[in-house]
């Protein structure tokens, strides 16, 4: 016959409080833990089951956001000149951009950290209890091309306009089509005043309207996107040249691998 504390830990799983329950198991086998009162053993279980799901909400959110590389915020490279200012970085780590729900828009040269720079900035915004979602723009479109043919448009719309932050990777390297410019346009608009989008382009912001082609849909767009944004301009020679071999194999989310 189980005594009753067995049956309070196997209830205890029973409610999926698994981590409360594995922290009394520990607690009753530690000695140094014996003479802590009742309601203090169990402010420290209830500490650890609400720690632990904060953390496994975090893994689900960054699972789910997709992202293209594991950039900690934190590993920002300042030292490498390329035009990245310290305190404007600051603002946006702070996710005040995300409150507001204005835009965010990287250009610069390929390889000076662009989506190293988006994907650390969206790992902060999932930091931060907001729900991500990365892509590069050339797979978004296909997605599109192939749910306007399918009849999946809807889905695929509803799914990103639940997400506080899309960030849109390599915008313009890719040809638009007609089909994929109007989508493109209320992917964008269904965000307008509720969400943000990152954006990172090699494509400097003047030569957009070039590029989105059709000139009503072009205006529409850049002034949903570009109108009330961040704008940071990189410089510089490549980041992947500037580290070397050695370092980049010693930290798997160092700065310098990904443009």
Same mark, same amino acid.
């Given at each position: 016959?189980?005594?009753?504390?067995?049956?309070?830990?196997?209830?205890?799983?029973?409610?999926?409080?698994?981590?409360?329950?594995?922290?009394?198991?520990?607690?009753?086998?530690?000695?140094?833990?014996?003479?802590?009162?009742?309601?203090?053993?169990?402010?420290?279980?209830?500490?650890?089951?609400?720690?632990?799901?904060?953390?496994?909400?975090?893994?689900?959110?960054?699972?789910?956001?997709?992202?293209?590389?594991?950039?900690?915020?934190?590993?920002?490279?300042?030292?490498?000149?390329?035009?990245?200012?310290?305190?404007?970085?600051? !603002?946006? +780590? /702070?996710?005040?951009? *995300?409150?507001?729900?204005?835009?965010?828009? @990287?250009?610069?040269? $390929?390889?000076? &950290?662009?989506?190293?720079?988006?994907?650390?900035?969206?790992?902060?915004?999932?930091?931060?209890?907001?729900?991500?979602?990365?892509?590069?723009?050339?797979?978004?479109?296909?997605?599109?091309?192939?749910?306007?043919?399918?009849?999946?448009?809807?889905?695929?719309? !509803?799914? +990103? /306009?639940?997400?506080? *932050?899309?960030?849109?990777?390599?915008?313009? @390297?890719?040809?638009? $089509?007609?089909? &994929?410019?109007?989508?493109?346009?209320?992917?964008?608009?269904?965000?307008?005043?509720?969400?943000?989008?990152?954006?990172?382009?090699?494509?400097?912001?003047?030569?957009?309207?070039?590029?989105?082609?059709?000139?009503?849909?072009?205006?529409?767009?850049?002034?949903?996107?570009?109108?009330?944004?961040?704008?940071?301009?990189?410089?510089?020679?490549?980041?992947?040249?500037?580290?070397?071999?050695?370092?980049?194999?010693?930290?798997?989310?160092?700065?310098?691998?990904?443009?």
């Amino acid at each position: 016959m189980a005594t009753l504390i067995e049956q309070t830990l196997a209830n205890l799983r029973a409610l999926r409080l698994t981590a409360m329950a594995q922290a009394i198991e520990d607690m009753r086998s530690n000695p140094s833990l014996q003479d802590l009162s009742c309601d203090d053993r169990l402010g420290m279980a209830v500490d650890i089951e609400i720690q632990e799901r904060k953390i496994k909400k975090l893994n689900r959110m960054v699972k789910q956001a997709k992202f293209k590389v594991d950039a900690a915020p934190e590993n920002i490279n300042y030292r490498v000149k390329r035009g990245l200012d310290r305190q404007v970085m600051a !603002n946006l +780590l /702070s996710c005040d951009y *995300l409150e507001r729900h204005l835009n965010v828009v @990287l250009t610069g040269p $390929t390889g000076v &950290g662009k989506t190293w720079l988006a994907c650390a900035l969206g790992h902060q915004a999932t930091r931060r209890g907001y729900a991500v979602y990365y892509v590069r723009l050339s797979r978004l479109l296909e997605e599109l091309e192939i749910a306007h043919a399918d009849g999946s448009l809807p889905t695929i719309r !509803n799914r +990103l /306009s639940k997400k506080d *932050l899309l960030i849109l990777d390599d915008w313009a @390297l890719s040809p638009l $089509t007609s089909t &994929g410019r109007q989508e493109l346009l209320e992917i964008i608009d269904d965000r307008l005043g509720k969400s943000s989008v990152m954006i990172t382009s090699q494509l400097p912001v003047e030569q957009w309207h070039v590029y989105l082609g059709e000139a009503t849909i072009a205006d529409a767009i850049l002034d949903r996107i570009v109108h009330n944004a961040h704008l940071i301009k990189l410089s510089g020679e490549s980041m992947r040249k500037k580290m070397s071999p050695i370092k980049s194999t010693k930290t798997k989310d160092k700065e310098g691998d990904n443009g």
